[in-house]
Nanobody, 124 residues
């Protein structure tokens, strides 16, 4: 059964860094694009970053360009989101998603599998 499990969410001060991880099981991650979305309280879910199946294409949301990066390790069936220079506006639940595709898309309705989310809180 396909499953994505996120980890690494925590409370961090503004300006700090955090690394989120996404562990995949039950399907062939190396044929799927992977993305991170986030949802803050009272707001719609938004695309944060995505990487295609072979890391040849990476997309970043405008709000995180220059601060966040996404990577994947197909051998370990893992994906990561490195978050630097965190701001209070980055506070949200972060979700990992996978899509059977060679390309990255930013619409949340297109993604096949979702994790349960991990909470990131940026606060003093």
């Amino acid at each position: 059964q396909p499953q994505l499990v996120e980890s690494g969410g925590d409370l961090v001060q503004p300006g700090g860094s955090l690394r989120l991880s996404c562990a995949a099981s039950g399907f062939a991650l190396d044929t799927h694009a992977v993305a991170w979305f986030r949802q803050a309280p009272g707001k719609a879910r938004e695309f944060v970053a995505g990487v295609n199946y072979n890391s040849g294409t990476i997309l970043l949301g405008d709000a995180v360009k220059g601060r966040f990066s996404i990577s994947r390790d197909n051998n370990k069936k893992m994906a990561h989101l490195q978050m630097n220079s965190l701001k209070t506006d980055d506070t949200a639940t972060y979700y990992c998603a996978a899509l059977l595709s060679t390309v990255v898309v930013t619409g949340e309705e297109d993604w096949d599998y979702w994790g349960q989310g991990t909470l990131v809180t940026v606060s003093e």
